[in-house]
């Protein structure tokens, strides 16, 4: 379902609609019949998607060797065509038997400086509205509080950069409640 790039005067298209009211969507891009749905099943996911608030979070987990994700890159574009907007998500941790796998170490300055500029270049290229950069992230506090406090320790200095990328992209970081 990829399209091309977007442009920057694209991106402008994913910008946030001005509303009086809170806006609202779905987490997740997860057509029927996941995890093997076929090419319709796409289709009408991506169909429904403005009539369930418009928004759909998109998490990817970043890896040191993968840069932007693809995902980041082409959402928009499929949102443009089937009338959504994309929340971008880029964490850095995976599900795993058990738990998860952390997939940037923290206290890496190397794995920081790779995440953080993958960061500021989702930033800079595609000007989201919003950018995600930690999902659930007190998962990670409950499996490894060490490396949950160096992410926070390495925190601002990413939320800096990406906001110093695109002053209008408003940075945050979701928890999961249960």
Known sequence: MAGPEPTPAETAANAPAATAGPAYGIAGLVPPHHPAPAEVD????????????????????????GGVPDVVRTQPEVGRRYGYR???????HRDAAGGLTLTVDFTDDGQVRAYTDALVAVARDLRPPFLGIGNEVNRIWEHDPAAYEAWVRALPGIAGAVRAASPDTRVFVTFQYE
């Open 86 to 92: 994309t929340l971008p998500i880029v964490g850095f």
């Open 42 to 65: 796409y289709r009408t996911f991506f169909e429904a998607l403005p009539g369930l608030g418009g928004w759909v979070g998109t998490y990817v987990a970043w890896t040191p060797e």
